[in-house]
């Protein structure tokens, strides 16, 4: 076993042990077939608001930019499909990423005891940790490291898991044994997620026009939610699960096992009524360490007015 096969067998184990479902090994370097698709899809204004994703066009490309000398980077997939849901069908619904503790903060310090193991093990290394919070193409990582292929509704899909769990890298200045991408599409013909999204926001095969998805509508969208997306909804308050959850992929998903991931206790319990007679400190109590915290509860407020079936636009 060379050094390197040596080194990567290390780490894919220890990330197993800290509770990633998966890891996998890609060469870095400059994404050059993705540059016309990111050009493309900014240019089509499919990032709405979302400003700062036409920032670091370069950096989102090329993982030197982020660590100078950069060498390898290491993607990992963390579980977070949860074991129970919410009870009251009519209640307004919840994202399953956003039932527990934020997953910025959990993933990210699971990332940190990974790094903190690669030098201790291997060695010094310069490197740096990601979760959803940097500009690196973390969907086209998790391809090149094997963990899966983009599905049509441009996420990433796994054979064996699905697609309810997190992205994360590690940007490392450190040869590694790396894996192949997967370069199959397993979606076939199959377009469930495109026909069963309410906004029409999966206008083809893994192009996403993010300012009709749920999810930006009512987590990144800071302005009143447009009238022409009234009836729509779907009763969904904070983020969205449709694409995912008839995704026949997904039927292999089995819940997460991390406590931070638990549901705070009366979340799943609550009724229609619970939600929209919601305090602010009832808000505060419920989303203490939760990413709902990211809309605040004026934003959360906004989102239940919007859907509540016999509210009127003003």
Known sequence: MTSKELYSQKIREEALRLGFMACGFAKARYLEEEAPRLEQWLNQNY???MAYLANHFDKRLDPTKLVPGAKSVVSLLFNYYPESQQQDPEAPKLAK??????YHFVVKRKLKDLLSF???????????VFVDSAP????????????????????ILNKKEGSFFFLAELILDLELSYDQPIKTDHCGTCTRCIDACPTDAIIAPE????????????????????????????NWAFGCDICQDVCPWNRFSKPHGEPAFEPQPDLLGMSSGDWHEMTEEVFRKLFKKSAVKRTKYSGLMRNLAFIKPDSSEK
């Open 207 to 234: 192009v996403l026009d993010a300012s009709k998805c749920i999810s930006y509508l009512t987590i990144e969208l800071k302005d009143a939610i447009p009238s022409s997306f009234k009836g729509k909804m779907e």
């Open 118 to 128: 690669i030098e201790e093990e291997i060695g010094a290394v310069e490197g740096r």
């Open 136 to 155: 690196v193409m973390e969907r086209a990582w998790a391809r090149e490291a094997g963990l899966g292929w983009i599905g049509k509704n441009g996420l």
């Open 97 to 102: 990423y956003a039932y527990g503790e934020d």
């Open 47 to 49: 990032n709405g608001e």
